[in-house]
């Protein structure tokens, strides 16, 4: 069964640099949500997206951007890295903007040196 | 905001034995209540999930209690395998557009 799918898995960045990441939600699938976790925490929201439109925001600086695709889709950048950012970024799907049952992608491992 | 505190951090449990985390809540909106298992260096998985209006839920081994009036929920695993050993997160939300706030994680490890 085709799951939520992120891409890359894994990245090293240095402080300063703007990372893209990426992610496919479950087919059928129109909210996306985004989590960033730091090892040895539980994920923390940062965005979430349905119909395109952005729905609910975490307290995270302007740095974090996202945006949701006509297919769904949907990319988050950081820029201006810092170390701190060095995390697991998980993206979350679920069938509509009221539907809580998220189900999770792998994740994308960002290390910034 | 909401805020979600877990307990204990790490439990550790004989093979064959229960297994009980607990995690409270702040915002008495909150109305919808999952847990992930996380495996090491994998993606959390919803296990069991219970809402507001249901006191109890269970699914084989795993069990869930929500007590709206004191704002605590907690997780019951019986049986434990050793392939249940994970870290385990509690979670709540006021659903809709509303943010999955986590707790900070339990490791369980189920010894053999």
């Known amino acids: 069964d085709a799951g939520v799918t992120q891409s890359p898995t894994h990245l090293i960045k240095t402080r300063g640099q703007h990372v893209t990441l990426r992610c496919s939600p479950i087919s059928g699938h129109k909210s996306v949500s985004w989590y960033q976790q730091v090892l040895g925490q539980g994920p923390q929201f940062i965005f979430q997206y349905y119909e395109k439109e952005e729905r609910g925001r975490g307290n995270f600086p302007d740095r974090f951007s996202a945006r949701q695709f006509p297919n769904y889709s949907s990319e988050l950048n950081v820029n201006a890295l810092l170390l701190g950012d060095s995390a697991l970024y998980l993206c979350a799907s679920s069938t509509q903007n009221r539907e809580e049952t998220q189900y999770f992608g792998p994740g994308t491992r960002l290390l910034v040196l | 905001g909401e805020n979600v505190e877990q307990h204990p951090s790490t439990l550790s449990v004989q093979e064959g034995d229960s297994a009980v985390i607990k995690c409270t809540y702040s915002?008495?909106?909150?109305?919808?209540f999952p847990w992930y298992k996380q495996e090491l260096g994998k993606r959390p998985q919803l296990i069991i999930d219970i809402r507001s209006n249901v006191g109890e839920k269970k699914d084989q081994r795993i069990a869930v209690t929500l007590n709206k009036t004191a704002k605590h929920f907690s997780l019951h695993i019986t049986e434990t395998q050793p392939e249940d050993s994970a870290v385990y997160f509690c979670?709540?939300?006021?659903?809709?557009?509303?943010?999955?706030?986590f707790g900070t994680g339990t490791k369980l490890q189920v010894i053999p």
């Open positions: 915002d008495s909106a909150s109305n919808y």
């Open positions: 979670a709540a939300s006021k659903g809709g557009y509303q943010k999955v706030t």
